[in-house]
């Protein structure tokens, strides 16, 4: 079993950056297929960010909200995965979830591990 760990959230100004990265313990991503992001505003349901496959090719894919402004990378010998997120809007403001599961998929049912998430804020 793997634990995931999120960090690099924080409050941001619109037009501005983060990094999130995603840490694996217990178990390497390349026991997984892939890893996503996804995230949670309040009063909204979860929803696909991003993702990438965990062995082979870095093939990735992602929301059309966030193509052209976020970039999703792995980093092995790190055990994590980042989420590179530029010309930040107040609408991607949301809890951040990283999740390992078995296909790159955009559906949180093929996710079968999460962390804890991360809170993005950023103003206008």
């Known amino acids: 079993q793997v634990q995931l760990v999120e960090s690099g959230g924080g409050l941001v100004q619109a037009g501005g950056s983060l990094r999130l990265s995603c840490a694996a313990s217990?178990?390497?991503?390349?026991?997984?297929?892939?890893v996503g992001w996804f995230r949670q505003a309040p009063g909204k349901e979860r929803e696909f960010v991003a993702a990438?496959?965990?062995?082979?090719?870095?093939?990735?894919n992602y929301a059309d909200s966030v193509k052209g402004r976020f970039t999703i990378s792995r980093d092995n010998a790190k055990n994590t995965v980042y989420l590179q997120m530029n010309s930040l809007k107040p609408e991607d403001t949301a809890v951040y979830y990283c999740?390992?599961?078995?296909?790159?998929?955009?559906?949180?049912?093929?996710?079968?591990?999460w962390g804890q998430g991360t809170q993005v804020t950023v103003s206008s």
């Open positions: 999740a390992a599961g078995r296909s790159r998929s955009e559906r949180s049912e093929e996710y079968n591990y």
């Open positions: 990438i496959n965990c062995v082979g090719l870095f093939s990735t």
């Open positions: 217990g178990r390497t991503f390349s026991s997984y297929a892939a």
